[in-house]
T-cell receptor, first 113, second 116 residues
Framework: GENVEQHPSTLSVQEGDSAVIKCTYS??????FPWYKQELGKRPQLIID?????GEKKDQRIAVTLNKTAKHFSLHITETQPEDSAVYFC????????????FGTGTRLTIIP | GAVVSQHPSWVICKSGTSVKIECRSL??????MFWYRQFPKQSLMLMAT?????????EQGVEKDKFLINHASLTLSTLTVTSAHPEDSSFYIC????????????FGEGSWLTVV
């Protein structure tokens, strides 16, 4: 089955700087890679996703890059703000039918004012 | 985006009793829903895949007789924790794939279960 590894587990960044979180996956059949933001005790919120037919996707301050050959993908947050502080999870799935998501272990991001 | 609703948000039950958690897709039909468990400061661990009109598919190590899943309609799946014990205390969260608007997976609000 799919195995997703995520690094780092914790990340502290000065407000205004950029944050990068990296994930690797094992199943070459995976072709859908979402990123979720979770605040304490709340549901994960989808913040951006990418499918394997593209190498990069951007939405305002958030971008995701995908390297299918190396089987890794990354989340980039620029101009970080205190409200970006949360736990971020990457995930991988086969984007067909009702295939399940496999989650990474999460990154606790703290933005230092 | 699509909405997935989960109820209850919080539940406290006595050890040995059973508790039911509901997961509803409010504005779309979901033939498949997923149930996760999340312990504090840990990732979401998939427990089972709930299939409408058929038996759920459980992940390795998850007791199907303890965590009963019923997916009787295209908008509702239930998870029943039977004979609950304190070690079952956790955050349980469901998700459903919205297949018409982009195949995105949406999560319910989650349910905090405390077994005393």
């Amino acid at each position: 089955g799919e195995n997703v590894e995520q690094h780092p587990s914790t990340l502290s960044v000065q407000e205004g700087d950029s944050a990068v979180i990296k994930c690797t996956y094992s199943d070459s059949a995976s072709n859908y890679f979402p990123w979720y933001k979770q605040e304490l005790g709340k549901r994960p919120q989808l913040i951006i996703d990418i499918r394997s037919n593209v190498g990069e996707k951007k939405d305002q301050r958030i971008a995701v890059t995908l390297n299918k050959t190396a089987k890794h993908f990354s989340l980039h947050i620029t101009e970080t703000q205190p409200e970006d502080s949360a736990v971020y999870f990457c995930a991988a799935s086969i984007d067909f039918g009702n295939e399940k998501l496999t989650f990474g272990t999460g990154t606790r991001l703290t933005i230092i004012p | 985006g699509a909405v997935v609703s989960q109820h209850p948000s919080w539940v406290i039950c006595k050890s040995g009793t059973s508790v039911k958690i509901e997961c509803r897709s409010l504005d779309f039909q979901a033939t498949t829903m997923f149930w996760y468990r999340q312990f504090p400061k840990q990732s979401l661990m998939l427990m089972a895949t709930s299939n409408e009109g058929s038996k759920a598919t459980y992940e390795q190590g998850v007791e199907k007789d303890k965590f009963l899943i019923n997916h009787a309609s295209l908008t509702l799946s239930t998870l029943t924790v039977t004979s609950a014990h304190p070690e079952d205390s956790s955050f349980y969260i469901c998700s459903a794939r919205e297949s018409t608007g982009g195949n995105t997976i949406y999560f319910g609000e989650g349910s905090w279960l405390t077994v005393v």
